[in-house]
């Protein structure tokens, strides 16, 4: 494509060519590396361990870090060991878990976010009427011995 023009002036082309290529393509792939590692595709192996005992009645949930990314796990009434992505999806804040959160009108358990009042259900379920207009994730959760084992896997019907 450059062949009638002097070696150097090609080189400094081709070189130009391929800075911008990468500078166009290089965005594209970052994201999709976030996108792939947030799906657990690319991070299937990080993960967190919480200790059910640390699980408690009076203490029902536990906050950890998979990845920089803030995980809630928690103790349902009943025993239930469930774990959630704990970034709210309004504006990032992080979410805790509440056995006993005003929703509807009733007392149910869910999580709340302090910066804007923002509610979740305890399937995770953005609550209408709060901020967030998108449900938290359900992540998967394994059982090994004495700890909760938790990734960024969401979790499935099969899992
Ligand atoms: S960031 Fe959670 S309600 Fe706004």
Redesign the pocket.
């Given at each position: 494509m450059f062949e009638h023009l002097p070696l150097k002036r090609r080189r400094l082309l081709c070189g130009l060519l391929v800075g911008g290529v990468a500078a166009f393509v290089g965005p594209f792939v970052y994201a999709a590396g976030k996108f792939l590692s947030y799906q657990g595709i690319l991070s299937g192996n990080a993960t967190a361990s919480v200790p059910i005992s640390q699980l408690t009645e009076a203490n029902s949930s536990a906050l950890v870090e998979v990845e920089g990314e803030p995980v809630i796990v928690v103790r349902e009434p009943g025993d239930n060991l469930r774990a959630f992505t704990a970034t709210?999806?309004?504006?990032?804040?992080t979410?805790n878990y509440r056995p006993q959160l005003l929703i509807g009108g009733s007392l149910a358990p869910g999580f709340y976010?302090?910066?804007?009042?923002?509610k979740f259900d305890a399937n995770g379920v953005n609550v209408p009427g709060?901020?967030?207009d998108a449900p938290l994730t359900e992540l998967k959760l394994v059982q090994q011995g004495g700890n909760l084992i938790v990734s960024l896997v969401p979790r499935t019907s099969k899992t």
């Open positions: 709210c999806t309004h504006l990032g804040c979410v976010c302090r910066c804007h009042g923002g709060t901020p967030p």
